[in-house]
């Protein structure tokens, strides 16, 4: 069974830090609040640059990693939930400024979920036969859709967007998403629109969360997916090289690994200079990783995502 390789990575975020002392002038938190309850220390901010270009620069980067040529791509997939444009969909503006003109282009809304989302479709596009090189991407600027007066969620995101071409061969063991749709939980609403027919209320279009509820959620669903998609692939979650999960809260991360009795020296982070890039978390850990030559041939690698929707997905690879 062929169900796609990693070929190559790639990764991008702006060049504007922000760190926890400059949120300090805009809304009432400290640098010691921010670290203790999240583990973030700094996050990039987009300003200027916008999703699509944040992910053809990621795109570009694991498309030479691969040593593929955007002309041999099949399909473009993009997990995000910000781009500037409801269509053209970012998939679009990737191909259109990469040369990418065979391959078919979608975006995918699974909040930060949103890698691991776009990771199974792609995967199922390489065993089908229908694609040999896929590009992943995973992209967003939730810092245009937080509320920058509301302390409990502008300091916890920032931007970024990471990238992989999956080609032919067979690095993925086991892959699995779920959902438990909740309305409330996690939502940023549309804005107001100008239509007369439009009745329904308007609400601001920020991004809202109950963070407690999202944090219980985020813990016992790591801990399932992982375990859940170690036993299909045949091995314990003790057994993992490496685990990459969503970088949402270190306390998350902290407290699934304890449940999971993994090591935290297993464990790849970038929460603490990136914040919560949403779909982009995984792949700019991962390129990092793959960056710093962490990554061995035979490596067991666990991804682990969960997201708004409420949204979860996790995978085992080898690499
Ligand atoms: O990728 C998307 C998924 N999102 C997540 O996974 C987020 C999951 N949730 C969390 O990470 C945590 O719930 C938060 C980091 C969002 C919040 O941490 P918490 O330990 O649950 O804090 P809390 O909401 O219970 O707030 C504790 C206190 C409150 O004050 P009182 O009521 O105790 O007086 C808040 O008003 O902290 C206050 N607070 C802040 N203080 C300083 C909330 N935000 C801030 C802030 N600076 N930025």
């Not at 679009?92 to 078919?104: K, M, P």
């Not at 890698?115 to 090189?133: H, M, P, T």
């Given at each position: 069974?062929?169900?796609?390789?990693?070929?190559?990575?790639?990764?991008?975020v702006?060049?504007?830090?922000?760190?926890?002392?400059?949120?300090?002038?805009?809304?009432?938190?400290?640098?010691?609040?921010?670290?203790?309850?999240?583990?973030?220390?700094?996050?990039?901010?987009?300003?200027?640059?916008?999703?699509?270009?944040?992910?053809?620069?990621?795109?570009?980067?694991?498309?030479?990693?691969?040593?593929?040529?955007?002309?041999?791509?099949?399909?473009?997939?993009?997990?995000?939930?910000?781009?500037?444009?409801?269509f053209?969909?970012?998939?679009?503006?990737?191909?259109?400024?990469?040369?990418?003109?065979?391959?078919?282009?979608?975006?995918?809304?699974?909040?930060?979920t949103?890698?691991?989302?776009?990771?199974?479709l792609?995967?199922?596009?390489?065993?089908?036969?229908?694609?040999?090189?896929?590009?992943?991407?995973?992209?967003?600027?939730l810092?245009?859709?937080?509320?920058?007066?509301?302390?409990?969620?502008?300091?916890?995101?920032?931007?970024g967007?990471?990238?992989?071409?999956?080609?032919?061969?067979?690095?993925?063991?086991?892959?699995?998403?779920?959902?438990?749709?909740?309305?409330?939980?996690?939502?940023?609403?549309?804005?107001?629109?100008?239509?007369?027919?439009?009745?329904?209320?308007?609400?601001?279009?920020?991004?809202?969360?109950?963070?407690?509820?999202?944090?219980?959620?985020?813990?016992?669903?790591?801990?399932?997916?992982?375990?859940?998609?170690?036993?299909?692939a045949?091995?314990?979650?003790?057994?993992?090289?490496?685990l990459i999960?969503?970088?949402?809260?270190?306390?998350?991360?902290?407290?699934?690994?304890?449940?999971?009795?993994?090591?935290?020296q297993?464990?790849?982070?970038?929460?603490?200079?990136?914040?919560?890039?949403?779909?982009?978390?995984?792949?700019?850990?991962?390129?990092?990783?793959?960056?710093?030559?962490?990554?061995?041939?035979?490596?067991?690698?666990?991804?682990?995502?969960?997201?708004?929707?409420l949204?979860?997905?996790?995978?085992?690879?080898?690499?």
């Amino acid at each position: 069974m062929k169900n796609g390789r990693i070929a190559g990575t790639g990764s991008y975020v702006p060049e504007t830090i922000w760190k926890n002392e400059d949120l300090e002038k805009m809304v009432e938190t400290s640098d010691a609040w921010i670290r203790e309850r999240t583990g973030i220390g700094a996050r990039h901010i987009a300003g200027e640059e916008t999703v699509a270009q944040m992910a053809v620069k990621a795109a570009r980067r694991a498309l030479e990693n691969a040593g593929i040529c955007s002309t041999e791509l099949d399909l473009i997939l993009v997990g995000t939930s910000s781009s500037e444009s409801i269509f053209p969909n970012t998939a679009c503006l990737v191909q259109d400024e990469i040369g990418a003109f065979r391959a078919a282009c979608l975006d995918v809304s699974a909040a930060c979920t949103g890698f691991l989302a776009v990771y199974e479709l792609g995967q199922l596009y390489i065993r089908s036969g229908k694609a040999k090189n896929v590009l992943l991407i995973g992209a967003d600027a939730l810092s245009r859709l937080v509320d920058w007066n509301d302390r409990s969620t502008c300091v916890l995101f920032g931007d970024g967007a990471g990238a992989v071409l999956l080609g032919e061969g067979d690095s993925l063991q086991s892959i699995h998403l779920t959902a438990k749709g909740d309305p409330q939980v996690l939502c940023i609403p549309q804005p107001p629109s100008n239509s007369p027919f439009d009745i329904l209320p308007p609400q601001q279009p920020f991004l809202q969360m109950n963070g407690k509820e999202v944090y219980k959620f985020a813990v016992s669903a790591f801990c399932s997916d992982v375990t859940e998609v170690c036993s299909q692939a045949g091995i314990q979650p003790q057994q993992l090289d490496w685990l990459i999960p969503h970088q949402a809260n270190l306390r998350i991360i902290e407290s699934a690994l304890h449940k999971l009795k993994l090591p935290s020296q297993r464990c790849l982070t970038g929460i603490q200079r990136l914040g919560n890039t949403s779909a982009a978390s995984i792949p700019i850990v991962l390129d990092e990783a793959n960056t710093k030559g962490l990554l061995h041939p035979g490596d067991w690698i666990a991804l682990s995502a969960f997201g708004a929707g409420l949204t979860t997905g996790a995978c085992v690879l080898r690499w």
